[in-house]
């Protein structure tokens, strides 16, 4: 088992800027690939941005591509999410993700492991 723990989120105008960490436990050596995704009010949970267990391997949503940044330190067993330029759209319940298995996904059904997600609500 891997245990997520989300933070970071909060209130921000647009143009602002957001970290969110996610901090994992348990048997983090099975975790291949880590991943985050959001859910609006409303809405199916979306892919945002993934990072391979080495860190050289990074997959963008296209709606984040040139404002979000996804980071890893292993040594701390944690995953980052950098959000600059955030626009009221960004706004979402986000979630940190852990799979086990090879290969990469974007698809939410090819995690196994979530966090309780952490709201970002982006002001206009």
Same mark, same amino acid.
């Given at each position: 088992?891997?245990?997520?723990?989300?933070?970071?989120?909060?209130?921000?105008?647009?143009g602002?800027?957001l970290?969110?960490?996610?901090?994992?436990?348990?048997?983090t050596?099975?975790?291949?690939?880590?991943?985050w995704?959001?859910?609006?009010?409303?809405?199916?949970?979306?892919?945002?941005?993934?990072?391979?267990?080495?860190?050289?391997?990074?997959?963008?949503?296209?709606?984040?591509?040139?404002?979000?940044?996804?980071?890893?330190?292993?040594?701390?067993?944690?995953? +980052?999410?950098?959000?600059?330029?955030?626009?009221?759209?960004?706004?979402?319940?986000?979630?940190?993700?852990?799979?086990?298995?090879?290969?990469?996904?974007?698809?939410? +059904?090819?995690?196994? +492991?979530?966090?309780?997600?952490?709201?970002?609500?982006?002001?206009?």
């Amino acid at each position: 088992q891997v245990q997520l723990v989300e933070s970071g989120g909060g209130l921000v105008q647009a143009g602002g800027s957001l970290r969110l960490s996610c901090a994992a436990s348990g048997r983090t050596f099975s975790a291949n690939m880590m991943g985050w995704f959001r859910q609006a009010p409303g809405k199916e949970r979306e892919f945002v941005a993934l990072i391979s267990w080495s860190g050289t391997t990074t997959y963008y949503a296209d709606p984040v591509k040139g404002r979000f940044t996804i980071s890893r330190d292993n040594a701390k067993n944690t995953v +980052y999410l950098q959000m600059n330029s955030l626009k009221p759209e960004d706004t979402a319940v986000y979630y940190c993700a852990a799979r086990a298995s090879e290969g990469t996904t974007a698809n939410v +059904y090819g995690y196994d +492991y979530w966090g309780q997600g952490t709201q970002v609500t982006v002001s206009s």
